[in-house]
């Protein structure tokens, strides 16, 4: 009887967790609650997805918001809301670059912060957002050659490994038993 009702709990213990579902505990709170952290991924959306506008003004109203908002300006997050609110995303960019003491962005010649040193250790990161590279076009004429002759080298060498492959060796397996 107890071999019946073992198997009886196992059943409703696979049933439960395979039908109830489980929470995702890998996540901490959905916002962060850092300004800088904010702003940057701020400027993140304007050089990445500049039409993304509403992402865009929740992180920049986040920001100003933020329970944190050390190593940032905050006057100067307004004044970017102001120009986002205006539709000068170039503005207020620079404005949220000037903010967390980034160099601001007036061009694509050197994008790096001003002053800064090389980042060391676990300090990897950089407060520079750099504008996203044009893609190439596709393959040209030289490329489609390249690839063609990359086909026939490899499909002439498993041509020849086939071919000179050794036939009438010994199989190693075990001894037969009598």
Not at 140 to 151: E, H, K, N, P, R
């Amino acid at each position: 009887m107890s071999n019946r009702a073992g198997q009886l709990a196992a059943v409703l213990a696979t049933l439960t967790l395979a039908l109830v579902p489980g929470t995702a505990w890998a996540h901490g709170p959905e916002g962060t609650e850092r300004a800088y952290d904010l702003v940057r991924q701020a400027i993140a959306l304007i050089v990445n997805t500049p039409d993304n506008m509403d992402s865009i003004a929740d992180k920049v109203t986040d920001a100003t918001e933020a329970a944190d908002s050390s190593g940032v300006q905050i006057p100067l997050v307004k004044q970017a809301k102001k120009a986002m609110d205006a539709g000068d995303l170039h503005q207020t960019r620079a404005l949220l670059e000037k903010s967390i003491g980034a160099r601001v962005h007036t061009d694509t010649s050197e994008p790096v912060p001003i002053g800064q040193p090389a980042p060391v250790g676990a300090d990897t990161g950089t407060v520079a957002a750099v504008d996203p590279m044009p893609g190439r076009n596709g393959l040209a004429g030289s490329d489609w050659i390249m690839l063609a002759l990359s086909v026939v080298v490899g499909v002439g060498g498993i041509a020849l490994s086939l071919k000179l492959r050794p036939r009438h060796l010994p199989h190693p397996g075990p001894a037969s038993v009598k």
